[in-house]
C-alpha cells in the first residue's frame, strides 16, 4: 500500500483548510503545477490562435487597401493586438466563474488568498505579472530567434534564465503561487464540477451474505476508501484479486453462485455499516492497524 | 431496496434533492450569471448553500462514503464562492470605478507619483544637456529603430517633415503601432518589475526620459524644439502621464517588499499590489486614449496651437479628474 500512501501524502500537500463564517473548513484544494501548466498552454494556444487570427485579418485588409490611407487599419490593428494580448485573462478571470477557458477544462479557478471576494483590482495585477513572467522574455527570445545578430547569444541565455526562473517559481513554494498571484494576494483552486455518485451501500445482494463481528473487524477506514474505488473502477482483473485477498483474511468460502463483485459490494456494504456505526460511538478506526 | 438501510445511505436520500437543486442554481448563474435568475431562486442560494455546509459538517461526522463528501466540498465550495465572493453588477462596479475608484486609486499613490515623475524629469533634462553638449551621444540614448531617421545628422526639411507629414507616406501606421508598442511596454514593465526593489523601476524611467530628452535635444538644435513639443504632447501627455503613474505603482510595490513594516513582506507586496491593481486598470485604459489620440490626432492636426491646446487641455483634464477633492458618497466600500 506504499504507493497509495505516497499520492495520500501528496495529495494532503495540497489541502488547504478554509474556514467559512458559517465555521466550516471547506478543505480546498490547490491545483498543482500539471493542471495550472495545461490550464496555462490551453490559453496560451487559443490565445495566439486568436491573435493570429486578427492580424491576418488586420493584414489581409491592408493589402486589399493597397497601403492608400490605410493608417486607421494599422490604429485598429495594434489597439486590437494590444486588448487581444492582454485582456484575455483579465477578462475571463472577472467573469462569475473566476477563470478563463484553459482553467475551466481543468477545474481551476481564481480566488483571494484571503478567503474574501476576487476584486479586478486583483485580477488586473495578477495579469500585469504575466507581461514579465512569460510574455515579454518569449517575445524577445522569439524575435532574437528569427532575426539574425539584434540578439547574441548571451542575451538569449539571460531571457531563458529569467523565463526559467519565473516559470518554475510555482514549484518552489508551498501555495504554488506565480509572481502575479504574490503580488494580487490570490492563488488557484480546484473546484471542480462533480457529479454525484451512486451509493454504493444501497445493493440488493447484501442480504444473501452474512458477515460476523470478527470478519467485519479486519479492516478500517482507509481500506474502505480503497474498496470503494475497486468497486468504482469496477476493473474485472483487480476486483478478483482484492476478493481473493480479502476472501483469504476473514477466512470466507465463497457460495457457489457468489461472484466477486457482488462479494465485494456485501462486505463494502457490511464495513461500511459497522465503521460507521462505531463512529457514533466515538471510534474512529484509522485502518487496519489501528487497535481503536 | 435492502431492508437494513445505512443510516448515511438514509440522510443522503433525503438531501440529495437540495444538493442537485443548489447545482443546477450554480450551474446557472456560472454560464449565463445572475441576472439569469428568478428573485426567488436568487434568495434560495444563500439558504440551499447553508444547509448544504451543514450536511458536509454531518458527512463528515458520521458518512464514509467519501464520494460524497468529496461531492459536498466541492459543491460547498463553489456556492461559497458565490455568495461570499459575489461582487455587484458589472455595470455598477464600472460606474463606481469611473466616479471614485480610479481616481482614489491614483491619488493613494500620489507621492510615489512625484518621484517617477520628477525622475522622469531629470533625466529629460540630462539627455537634453548631454546631446546638446555632445551629439555623439545621442544613440546611446535613442536606439536606431526608435530614432527613424530623426537623430543629429538630419536635415531641417527632414525633422519638420516628420513633425507635420508624418515622413513618407505608408509609414505613419507602422510607426504610430511601434511606438504605442514601446509605451505600452515601458508601462506594464515598471509596474511589474518595481517589487525588485524599485530598481528596475527607476531604470526604465530614467531610460524613457533621457530618450524624450535627447530627441527634443536634436530637434532644439535645428530650432524646431517649439514645435517637437507639441508633436509630443498631443498624446504625449496622456501617455508619459501613463508611464509615470505605472512607475508610481512600481515604486509602491517596491517600497512595501524592501520596508514591510509589522507585516510579512508577502503580506505586504500584496496589499501593495491591489492597491495599484484600480490605477493599473486605469493606466492601460489612458494608453488605449493616448493610442487612439496618437493614431487618428496627431496627423490630422497639424497646427501647434492645436497641438499645444489639445495637449495642456487632456493633461489639465487628467490632473483635475484624479486630485480634485470630491464628495466621498456611500458607495466606499464597493470595490472593483
Known amino acids: 500500500m506504499s504507493a497509495y500512501d505516497a499520492t495520500a501524502k501528496a495529495e494532503a500537500a495540497l489541502r488547504r483548510s478554509l474556514v467559512t463564517p458559517e465555521g466550516v473548513d471547506l478543505n480546498l484544494r490547490i491545483g498543482d503545477a500539471g493542471q495550472r501548466i495545461g490550464a496555462f498552454l490551453i490559453d496560451w494556444v487559443l490565445q495566439m490562435i486568436c491573435i493570429g487570427l486578427f492580424l491576418w485579418a488586420v493584414g489581409w485588409t491592408l493589402a486589399s487597401m493597397g497601403g492608400k490611407d490605410a493608417g486607421h487599419i494599422w490604429i485598429i490593428g495594434f489597439l486590437g493586438f494590444f486588448i487581444l494580448s492582454n485582456g484575455w485573462f483579465i477578462g475571463f478571470e472577472l467573469s462569475p466563474r473566476a477563470a478563463t477557458i484553459g482553467k475551466r477544462i481543468m477545474g481551476l479557478r481564481v480566488a483571494a488568498r484571503d478567503g474574501g471576494r476576487l476584486t479586478a483590482e486583483a485580477v488586473v495585477a495578477r495579469n500585469i505579472m504575466r507581461e514579465i513572467e512569460f510574455a515579454a522574455p518569449v517575445k524577445f527570445?522569439?524575435?532574437?530567434?528569427?532575426?539574425?545578430?539584434?540578439?547574441?547569444?548571451?542575451?538569449?541565455?539571460?531571457?531563458?534564465?529569467?523565463?526559467?526562473?519565473?516559470?518554475?517559481?510555482p514549484l518552489f513554494n508551498k501555495d504554488r503561487l506565480?509572481?502575479?498571484?504574490?503580488?494580487?494576494?490570490?492563488?488557484?483552486?480546484?473546484?471542480?464540477?462533480?457529479?454525484?455518485?451512486?451509493?454504493?451501500?444501497?445493493?440488493?445482494?447484501?442480504?444473501?451474505?452474512?458477515?460476523?463481528?470478527?470478519?467485519?473487524?479486519?479492516?478500517?477506514?482507509?481500506?474502505?476508501?480503497?474498496?470503494?474505488?475497486?468497486?468504482?473502477?469496477?476493473?474485472?482483473k483487480t476486483m478478483t484479486a482484492v476478493a481473493d485477498r480479502i476472501r483469504r483474511k476473514i477466512d470466507w468460502t465463497p457460495g457457489e453462485y457468489e461472484s466477486d463483485e457482488q462479494f465485494l459490494q456485501a462486505y463494502y456494504a457490511g464495513l461500511r455499516a459497522r465503521l460507521e456505526q462505531r463512529m457514533l460511538f466515538g471510534h474512529r478506526r484509522k485502518d487496519k492497524f489501528d487497535k481503536a | 431496496m435492502a431492508a437494513l438501510q445505512l443510516k448515511s445511505a438514509k440522510f443522503r436520500q433525503?438531501?440529495?434533492?437540495?444538493?442537485?437543486?443548489?447545482?443546477?442554481?450554480?450551474?446557472?448563474?456560472?454560464?449565463?450569471?445572475?441576472?439569469?435568475?428568478?428573485?426567488?431562486?436568487?434568495?434560495?442560494?444563500?439558504?440551499?448553500?447553508?444547509?448544504?455546509?451543514?450536511?458536509?459538517?454531518?458527512?463528515?461526522?458520521?458518512?464514509?462514503?467519501?464520494?460524497?463528501?468529496?461531492?459536498?466540498?466541492?459543491?460547498?465550495?463553489?456556492?461559497?464562492?458565490?455568495?461570499?465572493?459575489?461582487?455587484?453588477?458589472?455595470?455598477?462596479?464600472?460606474?463606481?470605478?469611473?466616479?471614485?475608484?480610479?481616481?482614489?486609486?491614483?491619488?493613494?499613490?500620489?507621492?510615489?507619483?512625484?518621484?517617477?515623475?520628477?525622475?522622469?524629469?531629470?533625466?529629460?533634462?540630462?539627455?537634453?544637456?548631454?546631446?546638446?553638449?555632445?551629439?555623439?551621444?545621442?544613440?546611446?540614448?535613442?536606439?536606431?529603430?526608435?530614432?527613424?531617421?530623426?537623430?543629429?545628422?538630419?536635415?531641417?526639411?527632414?525633422?519638420?517633415?516628420?513633425?507635420?507629414?508624418?515622413?513618407?507616406?505608408?509609414?505613419?501606421?507602422?510607426?504610430?503601432?511601434?511606438?504605442?508598442?514601446?509605451?505600452?511596454?515601458?508601462?506594464?514593465?515598471?509596474?511589474?518589475?518595481?517589487?525588485?526593489?524599485?530598481?528596475?523601476?527607476?531604470?526604465?524611467?530614467?531610460?524613457?526620459?533621457?530618450?524624450?530628452?535627447?530627441?527634443?535635444?536634436?530637434?532644439?538644435a535645428k530650432g524646431l524644439g517649439w514645435n517637437f513639443a507639441g508633436w509630443i504632447m498631443i498624446h504625449g501627455v496622456t501617455e508619459l502621464y501613463a508611464i509615470i503613474l505605472a512607475g508610481g505603482a512600481g515604486f509602491k510595490i517596491g517600497l512595501a517588499v524592501a520596508f514591510p513594516g509589522d507585516k510579512t513582506r508577502l503580506d505586504a507586496a500584496s496589499e501593495a499590489g491591489r492597491a495599484c491593481g484600480g490605477a493599473m486598470a486605469g493606466v492601460v485604459l489612458m494608453l488605449l486614449i493616448a493610442g487612439i489620440i496618437e493614431g487618428?490626432?496627431?496627423?490630422?492636426?497639424?497646427?501647434?496651437?492645436?497641438?499645444?491646446?489639445?495637449?495642456?487641455?487632456?493633461?489639465?483634464?487628467?490632473?483635475?479628474?484624479?486630485?480634485?477633492?470630491?464628495?466621498?458618497?456611500?458607495?466606499?466600500?464597493?470595490?472593483?
Open chain 2, 14 to 220: 433525503e438531501r440529495q434533492h437540495d444538493w442537485s437543486r443548489l447545482s443546477g442554481l450554480l450551474e446557472k448563474v456560472e454560464s449565463r450569471g445572475a441576472r439569469s435568475l428568478t428573485d426567488e431562486q436568487l434568495l434560495a442560494i444563500p439558504v440551499l448553500y447553508r444547509s448544504a455546509l451543514s450536511s458536509l459538517s454531518v458527512a463528515r461526522a458520521t458518512s464514509l462514503d467519501h464520494s460524497l463528501i468529496e461531492y459536498l466540498e466541492g459543491l460547498c465550495a463553489r456556492a461559497y464562492f458565490l455568495v461570499y465572493g459575489t461582487r455587484p453588477w458589472i455595470g455598477e462596479r464600472l460606474v463606481h470605478f469611473f466616479t471614485t475608484g480610479w481616481s482614489r486609486a491614483v491619488t493613494s499613490i500620489w507621492k510615489e507619483t512625484l518621484a517617477a515623475g520628477l525622475i522622469t524629469i531629470f533625466a529629460a533634462v540630462l539627455g537634453y544637456v548631454l546631446v546638446s553638449q555632445n551629439p555623439d551621444l545621442y544613440f546611446s540614448f535613442v536606439s536606431p529603430d526608435m530614432a527613424q531617421g530623426r537623430d543629429p545628422t538630419a536635415t531641417y526639411k527632414t525633422l519638420r517633415d516628420g513633425l507635420y507629414d508624418g515622413g513618407p507616406a505608408g509609414q505613419l501606421g507602422p510607426f504610430a503601432a511601434s511606438l504605442f508598442q514601446h509605451n505600452a511596454q515601458i508601462s506594464l514593465f515598471c509596474f511589474a518589475l518595481g517589487f525588485a526593489f524599485c530598481v528596475p523601476t527607476a531604470m526604465l524611467l530614467i531610460q524613457n526620459g533621457s530618450m524624450l530628452g535627447a530627441m527634443l535635444a536634436v530637434f532644439a
Open chain 1, 178 to 236: 506565480r509572481a502575479g498571484d504574490l503580488i494580487a494576494g490570490t492563488w488557484v483552486v480546484r473546484t471542480p464540477k462533480r457529479t454525484l455518485l451512486p451509493d454504493l451501500s444501497d445493493t440488493d445482494a447484501s442480504g444473501h451474505f452474512k458477515f460476523t463481528d470478527a470478519q467485519l473487524s479486519a479492516y478500517g477506514i482507509k481500506e474502505l476508501h480503497v474498496l470503494e474505488q475497486v468497486l468504482r473502477n469496477r476493473d474485472r
Open chain 1, 141 to 169: 527570445m522569439i524575435i532574437g530567434a528569427f532575426s539574425q545578430g539584434s540578439a547574441d547569444g548571451l542575451t538569449m541565455l539571460f531571457m531563458a534564465i529569467w523565463t526559467g526562473i519565473f516559470l518554475f517559481f
Open chain 2, 296 to 336: 487618428f490626432g496627431r496627423q490630422l492636426i497639424t497646427s501647434d496651437v492645436a497641438r499645444y491646446a489639445i495637449g495642456i487641455g487632456s493633461g489639465v483634464l487628467w490632473m483635475s479628474y484624479f486630485y480634485l477633492p470630491r464628495r466621498r458618497k456611500g458607495l466606499a466600500n464597493v470595490r472593483l
